[in-house]
C-alpha cells in the first residue's frame, strides 16, 4: 500500500494562500464579466515551479486575467475588423500571362466588366491600358471602402501609366509618370567578318541601333548585297541611364561606313523649325526619294532581264523587276512617299500594291501573302511605312517580293536607276549645321585613333 505524503509538503503554505486568493479572483471576474465565452474556456495556471514567488504567480496570473477579460469584451469588434479589412488587399498586383485581357485581369481583380467599360468608353488614352504584354504588371489599387481607386502599369523602363478615379467628378483620369533619365554620348566601333548583326553585336551595339544605322545609310548601301569582308563602321550615340544603370539607347548623332573602300558619312540635324534628318558632312542629305530594297535583308533570288525564262510558264519572258526572296510573312515596305492605286489581286501577280508617287515614277510589290493595315486604294503611304507581307501568291514558286520599278510608265532596273535625292540644307541652315557636325564628325577622328592605339597595345 503507498504511503500517502501530506499535501503540505507537496505545496507549501505560502503557495496554497496564493493559489487561493487566485482562485477567489477568478470566481469575482466570472460574476462581474459573465460571459457564454468565458464559461467555456478552460484555464491552465502553472503554479508548480519553485522558483517563483507567491506575488509573481500572482500578477502572471492577473495580467493573463485583464488579458482575457479584455479580448472578451471587444472580441466581437475584432472579429469584424479581421473579417473587413485583415483579409481585405488595398492593392493587387498581376502578371499578364498568355490569354489574359485586361477584363480578365479586372475579373482577377474582382471587379465586373461594366466598371471596365465604363471606364474605356469614357476615357481615350485608357485604351492604352489595353495593349498588354506577356510579362507585363498591373495593379489594382482600392480605397477604404473597397472600390477601385487607381490602375497603374509600366509600358517601359522609365514610364508608368496610371487610371486615378477623381474625388470631384468620381471619374477616372489618365496620367503618365515619366522618371527622370541621364542622356550621354557613346562610340562604338567595328569591322565587319560575316553579317552585319553579327559585327554590331560584337561591338556591343544593340539590334534596334544597328538596324538604325542600316536605315541611315541604306539609301547607298544594300546591306544584304554590298557588305564585304573588313568593312568598318563607326558612331557616336545617345546611351540612356535611369539611377546609374543604362536602360537603353536614343539616336545615333553620327556616324561612319566605309564600305568595298566608299567612305559614307551622317550626321543627324534638327533645323530650325524641329525637322530632323541625317546629311552628309558637305550638308547634301542622305535621304532618297526611293530606298534601294523594300525588304530588309533579303535575299535577291532573281534580277531585272529582258531574256528570263519563266519558271512556270517556261518560255522567256521579260523580267521587268527584282525578286526577293524570304520568310513567309516578312514585311514589305513603301520605297517612297505617295498614293496607293491598287491594294488586290492582279492576275499572275497574284496579291499587288501599286502606288503612284508623283507623275514620274511607280512601285509595283506582288505576291502578297497579304496587306497592312489601312493599305487599300485611295490612302497615302510614306516611306519607309509597312504596306504588305511577302508570299506565294499567284504564278510563284516560292515565298518572295517581286518588285517593278517605273519611270514615265517604263520599266527600269531599280538596282541600277540613280535615284533622286532629296533636298539638302537649306542655305540659311548651312552654317548651323557646318558648327553643329564639326564637333562631332571630330569625335567619330578622336576615339577613333584612340581605339587604334589601344588595339595596338594589346
Known amino acids: 500500500m503507498q504511503k500517502l505524503i501530506p499535501t503540505q509538503k507537496l505545496y507549501p503554505k505560502r503557495h496554497l494562500v496564493a493559489a487561493s ?43 493573463d486575467l485583464h488579458q482575457l477579460i479584455e479580448n472578451e469584451t471587444t ?8 473579417q473587413n479589412t485583415d483579409d481585405f488587399q488595398y492593392k493587387k498586383t498581376f502578371t499578364v500571362s498568355s490569354g489574359d485581357t485586361l477584363s480578365v485581369l479586372f475579373a482577377k481583380a474582382g ?7 465604363s471606364i474605356l468608353s469614357t476615357n481615350k488614352e485608357a485604351q492604352r491600358f489595353t495593349h498588354l504584354k506577356i510579362g507585363q504588371s498591373i495593379s489594382f489599387e482600392f480605397d477604404e471602402s473597397q472600390e477601385l481607386h487607381a490602375v497603374s502599369t509600366p509600358i517601359s523602363a522609365t514610364e508608368t501609366i496610371y487610371l486615378e478615379k477623381q474625388l470631384e467628378t468620381e471619374q477616372f483620369a489618365f496620367r503618365k509618370d515619366v522618371a527622370p533619365t541621364q542622356t550621354s554620348e557613346k562610340y562604338a566601333q567595328g569591322v565587319i567578318e560575316g553579317s552585319l548583326f553579327s559585327a554590331t553585336g560584337k561591338a556591343g551595339i544593340p539590334y534596334g541601333l544597328a538596324l538604325n544605322m542600316a536605315n541611315i545609310f541604306g539609301y547607298d548601301i544594300d546591306f544584304a548585297q554590298d557588305l564585304r569582308v573588313n568593312d568598318e563602321f563607326e558612331l557616336v550615340y545617345e546611351e540612356k541611364t535611369l539611377d546609374g544603370e543604362t536602360i537603353g539607347t536614343g539616336n545615333i548623332l553620327a556616324a561612319r561606313f566605309i564600305n568595298r573602300g566608299k567612305e559614307y558619312t551622317a550626321v543627324r540635324y534638327t533645323d530650325k523649325q524641329g525637322n530632323s534628318s541625317y546629311y552628309a558632312a558637305d550638308g547634301s542629305s542622305l535621304r532618297k526619294a526611293f530606298i534601294r530594297t523594300p525588304v530588309d535583308f533579303a535575299r535577291i533570288s532573281s534580277r531585272f532581264s529582258n531574256g528570263r525564262k519563266h519558271p512556270i510558264l517556261n518560255r522567256i519572258r521579260a523580267h521587268k523587276g527584282v525578286d526577293y526572296a524570304a520568310p513567309r510573312g516578312t514585311p514589305i515596305k513603301a520605297a517612297g512617299d505617295g498614293r496607293v492605286t491598287l491594294a488586290g489581286p492582279k492576275g499572275g ?26 493599305v487599300r486604294a485611295g490612302s497615302n503611304v510614306k516611306q519607309g511605312q509597312v504596306i504588305g507581307y511577302i508570299g506565294t501568291t499567284g504564278l510563284s514558286t516560292g ?57 595596338e597595345q594589346q
Open 399 to 455: 515565298p518572295h517580293l517581286h518588285y517593278e520599278f517605273q519611270v514615265n510608265g517604263v520599266h527600269v532596273d531599280p538596282l541600277s536607276q540613280k535615284l533622286p535625292t532629296a533636298d539638302p540644307i537649306h542655305a540659311s541652315e548651312k552654317k548651323r549645321f557646318m558648327e553643329f557636325s564639326k564637333p562631332l564628325l571630330a569625335k567619330l577622328d578622336t576615339n577613333k585613333d584612340t581605339q587604334l592605339a589601344l588595339n
Open 111 to 117: 471587379l465586373n466588366n461594366s466598371l471596365l467599360h
Open 349 to 374: 501577280y497574284g496579291n499587288t500594291v501599286v502606288i503612284k508617287h508623283g507623275q514620274r515614277y511607280q512601285t509595283l510589290y506582288a505576291h502578297m501573302q497579304g496587306f497592312a493595315k489601312g
Open 21 to 63: 486568493g487566485i482562485a477567489a479572483l477568478l470566481c469575482l471576474s466570472l460574476l462581474v464579466y459573465p460571459s457564454r465565452e468565458v464559461e467555456a474556456k478552460k484555464t491552465f495556471i502553472n503554479i508548480e515551479s519553485e522558483e517563483q514567488s507567491p506575488e509573481q504567480v500572482t500578477h502572471v496570473i492577473e495580467t
Open 75 to 82: 472580441g466581437e469588434d475584432n472579429l469584424a475588423s479581421s
